[in-house]
């Protein structure tokens, strides 16, 4: 029988490794941006996956700040990334944020296994759960669907029809909400030529190949935005007792019970 990949904390040894995964792994306007953002491997969550001594795969997170309501969730993926390095550990939040797996070891659940790691990983710092701004996979097959509709798809059986929606479900992740425009990436219109290998139209909205969303070509430059759902992954006992009272499909239940009560007006009635 074939052994697991074993999963383990991510050290300074492997760095070339792992950024060589996340290459080949990720479109190039994924790393080569108009933004560069300095990680901080002292605070960073960061998990490998070895095979026969070879790293097959590198998933990252982080500290972030939130108050713990849904309400106040970072306006995006790349707001998490920004804060990492001032987010307060006494806030006890972490963030999962990015999976990479070489194309010939996914579809075994490896994915997940990696999230797990992880959280493994926020528990041990005593945090209270770990936030993910997942990127859904399958976004691109529907995108004139609106991003609450689509954080809302589910199959016949009550599965989330995004397979890495469904993937964080499935180890105890809840939906708390949704983030449009949550990558966003600038470039002249011939570096997006250069990234598509192919000539682009000057004017207009097209899907991007190896993208979830939209590129926006005007002016000679052209802007690529994509989604994210929040997903919320609890570890504090409370935490997971009160998230357990709500259905999958129950979004808007479920940010309810994390939103504090609005404070009554004084001498207003009840």
């Not at 469904?166 to 570096?191: F, T």
């Not at 899907?207 to 939209?214: H, V």
């Not at 759902?229 to 997971?240: E, F, G, S």
């Amino acid at each position: 029988m074939e052994s697991l990949p074993v999963i383990r904390p991510g050290a300074a040894a492997d760095a070339d490794a792992a950024h060589e995964i996340e290459n080949l792994v990720w479109a190039p306007f994924h790393y080569e941006g108009d933004e560069v953002i300095e990680w901080d491997y002292d605070t960073a969550l960061w998990v490998v996956a070895e095979d026969t001594r070879q790293i097959i795969a590198t998933a990252d997170g982080c500290l972030v700040d939130w108050d713990g309501d849904p309400r106040n969730l970072p306006p995006s993926w790349m707001e998490v990334l920004r804060r990492s390095s001032t987010a307060d550990p006494a806030g006890r939040w972490a963030s999962a944020l990015g999976t990479s797996i070489l194309p010939e070891h996914r579809g075994g659940g490896l994915g997940a296994r990696m999230l797990v790691g992880l959280k493994d990983q926020a528990t041990q710092r005593g945090m209270r759960g770990m936030l993910a701004p997942a990127r859904p996979s399958a976004r691109h097959s529907w995108p004139q669907m609106t991003l609450a509709d689509y954080a809302a798809l589910r199959l016949d059986d009550g599965r989330h029809a995004d397979p890495w929606i469904r993937a964080h479900e499935a180890i105890g992740g809840h939906i708390i909400g949704w983030c449009e425009r949550s990558l966003e990436v600038h470039a002249a219109h011939e570096v997006w030529e250069r990234w598509a290998g192919y000539r682009l139209p000057s004017e207009g909205r097209c899907l991007f190949p190896r993208s979830i969303g939209w590129l926006e070509l005007s002016g000679g430059q052209g802007c690529l935005t994509e989604d994210s759902i929040w997903i919320l992954h609890p570890i504090d006992p409370d935490l997971v007792e009160l998230l357990s009272r709500t259905r999958p499909d129950e979004i808007e239940e479920r940010r309810s019970l994390l939103s504090p009560a609005e404070p009554q007006p004084s001498g207003s009635a009840i």
